[in-house]
């Protein structure tokens, strides 16, 4: 079974300053990818940044960056230079390449952006 | 385009009622997904489509059917309804996989 597991349930940030939410994972798959969804007040869950388990090489999508360490089985999201906007529920998932019909979601972390 | 739309937005239904959420999409996208959101947790599936016709079962199916007549239209029903379906219901639909899934704004459903 897949399970995926954010430890923190809250965390808060400065404005203009740095944060970085933590993911783990455990799988038995080799192939497979990883998702950091947001979903703000208004309940859309939107795609913030994908990573491909075959590459090394760590996804970055403008201010959001991952550091993904793959025997570790860890999967950190780093928001850079953090605006209000990002203030949101961020919830981490996996999705195993074959037979990929399932999102399997962490249980989320409240990130406040303070003004 | 819309997007993924999803009706209705709210409802409270009573114990043993039955009802149908409504989920659209105008992308034609071939895959699409009915997920279950609880305080606490992340979204768990309840049943998806991989195209006009098919349908299959997710992690917690139990108490829900679907079905997918149309391509741009799947629907989830609650024959008789608990408290325990008191939830926040997602609809996604996709290209192909869910590497590209684009998310519905959601259903408050309260089960009294």
């Known amino acids: 079974a897949q399970t995926v597991t954010q430890s923190q349930p809250e965390m808060s940030v400065q404005e203009a300053e740095t944060v970085t939410l933590s993911c783990t994972y455990d799988?038995?798959?080799?192939?497979?990818?990883l998702f950091w969804y947001k979903q703000p007040p208004s309940r859309q869950m939107i795609l913030v940044i994908r990573?491909?388990?075959?590459?090394?090489q760590n996804a970055t999508e403008n201010r959001f960056s991952v550091n993904f360490q793959k025997a570790a089985k860890s999967f950190s999201l780093k928001i850079s230079d953090s605006q209000l906007g990002d203030t949101a529920m961020y919830f981490c998932?996996?999705?195993?390449?074959?037979?990929?019909?399932?999102?399997?979601f962490g249980t989320g972390t409240r990130l406040t952006v303070i003004p | 385009n819309a997007g993924v739309t999803q009706t209705p937005k709210f409802r409270v239904l009573k114990t043993g009622q039955s009802m149908t959420l409504l989920c659209a999409q105008d992308m034609n996208h071939e895959y699409m997904y009915w997920y279950r959101q609880d305080p606490g947790m992340g979204l768990r599936l309840i049943h998806y489509s991989v195209g006009e016709g098919t349908t299959a079962k997710g992690e917690v199916p139990d108490g829900y059917n679907v079905s997918r007549l149309k391509k741009q239209n799947f629907l989830l029903g609650l024959e008789s309804a608990a408290p325990s379906q008191t939830s926040v219901y997602f609809c996604a639909s996709s290209p192909d996989i869910l590497l590209r899934a684009f998310f519905g704004p959601g259903t408050r459903l309260t089960v009294l």
């Open positions: 998932a996996f999705m195993m390449l074959t037979g990929a019909n399932n999102l399997f």
């Open positions: 799988t038995s798959e080799s192939n497979y990818y």
């Open positions: 990573q491909e388990a075959y590459k090394q």
